[in-house]
């Protein structure tokens, strides 16, 4: 899969207070990239936490839990763009759906 951004993640985890989250973010990266979905059963095979929302939206739990990943899904272009990362409090302020 090609993912869009790796630039919002890096930001993500270079801030001091989500320094925890370099690791399972790159993780989550390295994996993701290697991955072939081309459905959204594809994400819940390798991802059985993935959270499956409507148009294409995918949830994925990083760092146990403790942040929450937004990604819209192009499967038939092999692309996920991410629409957000943030703190599971952060995640809760947001419309998973629009944001």
Do not use: C
């Not at 930001?11 to 925890?20: G, K, L, N, R």
């Not at 409507?54 to 763009?81: C, D, E, M, Q, W």
């Amino acid at each position: 899969m090609r993912i869009l951004s790796l630039p919002t993640v890096k930001s993500f985890f270079e801030q001091p207070a989500y320094a925890d989250a370099k690791v399972p973010l790159t993780a989550w990266y390295g994996f993701v990239l290697k991955a072939g979905w081309s459905s959204p059963a594809d994400v819940k095979a390798d991802f059985g936490t993935a959270s499956i929302l409507k148009n294409g939206r995918v949830v994925f739990n990083v760092a146990g839990n403790k942040y929450g990943l937004v990604t819209s899904i192009n499967y038939p272009h092999g692309i996920v763009f991410i629409k957000f990362i943030g703190t599971h409090k952060q995640y809760d302020a947001i419309d998973a759906q629009t944001v």
